[in-house]
């Protein structure tokens, strides 16, 4: 498979399938990234959208030094839902108070059944409604690392904030997580 | 030294990822295993970052990548969808099977006398009345084929009589070829031969049309 750098490369020279095979590669990762913040699969989808054309216009801008593709995608997708996330909150200021807190969409059947994807939906589903709980500091550590398998270097270079800050964030959003998944009755097993 | 609550929740992270040294994992061990509030923390956040690992990213929106590559690219021309198979149909092991297909449906088609536009029905389209047709083509064509057969024996048979007639040395060449070569035979002699052939010859061919009349 080429590399993502070689793929840059040939998409400011101007080649259409070399940006093609990059948003097919990267938009899973984008999509989920959004998805796993804003709980809501249009906004998720808007969001990934905004993403790549942003990418598309700033590709020239992109250097190797910065750290992988993917790091600099994940930094702006970052950069991108920290916006929309500061965005929505003041839309908020004016809502009910039943509508601060994010809305998970249902996505699971409320008749529990034994199949393995069906649990596997349901745990999802109940995943994303505790992380909606976190604060956004604390989510957006969590779903790099535990959901999106990020490392810490990379991390710290996505929220651009010491290696300290950013193990502590993790850790505490774990703890916190837990307790959450605790209180609603989710025995993770 | 032994661990406070405290300690075992900041290092509790490093401990899951096997980031503590010996030493550390010890002390971090002794508190869980005698701390009623810390154990079962420690199980919690093990058994959910066993659960977060385990999650598969969420499906796409069908439609998302088109999207975003109409909006960057701009409108691209659609892709026609059955050129895909074409690759796959070329492959000797279809095409082969397509072929014989192919040969079987002419077969058919030709043994049915093809389709007349102009008297075409739906009763045609009948499997019985397709058997039917295919089924009297195939003794029409075998009856001409034996009619082909014996008029064939006749036109040998009609040849070998008249060569007598016409060269006195069978299997040399024929008459015009060598004129020169061969000695003129008599010439009332000539005339008797010719007409007991013909004779023969009208003979058989009654014969024939009586064997291959229906």
Redesign the interface.
Same mark, same amino acid.
């Given at each position: 498979m080429e590399a993502d750098a070689q793929l840059v490369q040939r998409c400011l020279k101007g080649d259409?399938p070399a940006?093609?095979e990059l948003?097919?590669r990267h @938009?899973?990762?984008v =999509?989920?990234l959004c =998805?796993r913040f804003t709980s809501n @699969?249009s906004e998720a989808?808007d969001l990934?959208?905004d993403v790549?054309?942003r990418i =598309?216009r700033t590709l020239a801008s992109y250097r190797t030094a910065y750290g992988g593709f993917p790091t600099w995608l994940t930094s702006v997708t970052r950069n991108l839902l920290v916006d929309h996330y500061r965005r929505s909150r003041r839309d908020r200021m004016t809502d009910a108070l039943e509508d601060v807190l994010p809305v998970v969409e249902e996505k699971h059947s409320p008749v529990r059944t034994p199949d393995k994807a069906a649990m596997?939906q349901e745990? @999802?589903a109940q995943?994303q409604s505790a992380l909606a709980k976190l604060s956004p500091e604390l989510r957006e550590a969590?779903i790099l690392r535990? $959901?999106q398998g990020l490392e810490y270097t990379e991390i710290q270079q996505v929220l651009s904030v010491p290696e300290g800050t950013v193990?502590?964030r993790?850790?505490r959003g774990?703890?916190e997580?837990?307790?959450i $998944?605790?209180e609603m009755g989710v025995?993770? @097993? | 030294m032994n661990w406070s609550c405290v300690q075992l929740?900041?290092r &509790?992270?490093?401990y899951?990822e096997n980031a503590l040294s010996e030493s550390e994992q010890r002390e971090f061990r002794a508190h869980a295993d005698s701390c009623p509030r810390c154990a079962p &923390?420690v199980a919690? !956040?093990s058994?959910? &970052?066993?659960?977060?690992?385990?999650?598969?990213?969420?499906p !796409?929106?069908p439609m998302?990548?088109s999207?975003? &590559?109409d909006?960057?690219?701009g409108p691209r021309k659609k892709k026609i969808e059955w050129l895909k198979w074409v690759p796959i149909l070329w492959q000797p092991r279809f095409a082969t099977g397509l072929v014989t297909v192919l040969a079987t449906a002419l077969i058919i088609f030709h043994a049915t006398g093809g389709v007349k536009k102009s008297k075409l029905t739906l009763a045609d389209f009948n499997p019985i009345a397709i058997i039917q047709s295919a089924n009297s083509q195939a003794h029409l064509a075998f009856a001409r084929g034996v009619k082909f057969v014996n008029d064939l024996r006749v036109v040998y048979e009609i040849q070998s009589r008249l060569q007598p007639a016409s060269s006195g040395t069978p299997g040399q060449q024929t008459p015009s070829a060598t004129p020169s070569q061969q000695k003129p035979p008599n010439q009332s002699q000539q005339n008797r031969l010719t007409q007991d052939s013909f004779a023969e010859v009208a003979a058989l061919i009654a014969n024939a049309r009586l064997r291959s009349a229906p």
């Open positions: 259409g940006w093609e948003v097919r @938009s899973r990762r =999509y989920n =998805y @699969s989808e990934t959208q790549f054309l =598309y596997a745990l @999802s995943v969590i535990d $959901l193990k502590s993790i850790n774990r703890i997580l837990a307790r $998944l605790q025995g993770p @097993s | 929740e900041e &509790l992270s490093d899951l &923390l919690q !956040v058994r959910m &970052l066993g659960s977060l690992h385990s999650l598969e990213f969420e !796409v929106p998302l990548a999207k975003i &590559l909006l960057t690219l």
